[in-house]
């Protein structure tokens, strides 16, 4: 099956910093999104990115699929950005196939 | 292995109608959601609950109701059906301290056609 993988695993950032996770697959896909996993356990949408580039706010994400990849760009981090980032995607039998995750810790 | 069953793959239903969707895990699993996945939007988190009788508003609440009077099971409610709430109706699970390879359990879908 097609493996999804982030990097990095954790990360700690200081309040402000910019940081940019990564999510590279291994096969072609064409629905992928990116969540932020609150503490409730909740799949916070963030960005439904099949290709090109969105931005909302201070998160933006790209993706180019015909290398296998998507970038969630988080920049002057707060706070309440900390939690787990996953990217994740869906097979023609909705099926859903997620990342590792990333675990976001930004300290005021 | 986890099991999330969801009562129908496909529905029809005529607008004004209440709508019933049933979801049940076998895991004994905390924390159940509810989503709707349309093109070019992605999954959207309609309701979760946390516990038995215990629900919170997703992003998309609006419309929708929700059930959870057994720990394994979760209910979607439209009260009165609209043809914007034809969509691929999503159930998950997850328990509480989940490692982190298995954020949730999806259900199979229910595809839902308001006429």
């Known amino acids: 099956g097609i493996q999804v993988e982030q990097s990095p695993p954790d990360l700690i950032l200081q309040e402000g910093a910019n940081s940019t996770l990564r999510c590279n697959f291994s096969d072609s896909v064409n629905n992928l999104q990116w969540f932020h996993q609150n503490p409730w356990g909740q799949l916070i949408n963030l960005f439904y990115i099949p290709s090109g580039t969105k931005q909302n706010g201070r998160l933006s994400a790209t993706t180019v699929a015909t290398e296998r990849y998507s970038l969630l760009y988080i920049s002057s981090s707060q706070t309440t950005d900390s939690g787990v980032y996953f990217c994740?995607?869906?097979?023609?039998?909705?099926?859903?196939?997620f990342g590792s995750g990333t675990k976001l810790n930004v300290k005021p | 292995d986890v099991k999330v069953t969801q009562s129908s793959r496909y529905l029809v239903k005529r607008t004004g109608e209440k709508v019933f969707l049933e979801c049940v895990q076998d895991m004994d699993h905390e924390n159940m959601f509810w989503y709707r996945q349309d093109p070019g939007l992605g999954l959207r988190l309609i309701y979760f609950?946390?516990?038995?009788?215990?629900?919170e508003k997703g992003d998309i609440p609006e419309g929708y109701s929700v059930s959870r009077e057994k720990k394994e099971r979760f209910s979607l409610i439209l009260e009165s059906a609209s043809t914007n709430q034809t969509s691929m109706y999503l159930c998950?699970?997850?328990?509480?301290?989940?490692?982190?390879?298995?954020?949730?359990?999806f259900g199979d879908g229910t595809r839902l056609s308001i006429l």
């Open positions: 998950a699970s997850k328990r509480r301290l989940a490692s982190r390879n298995q954020p949730q359990h």
């Open positions: 609950s946390y516990d038995v009788k215990m629900k």
């Open positions: 994740a995607f869906r097979n023609n039998f909705n099926k859903f196939y």
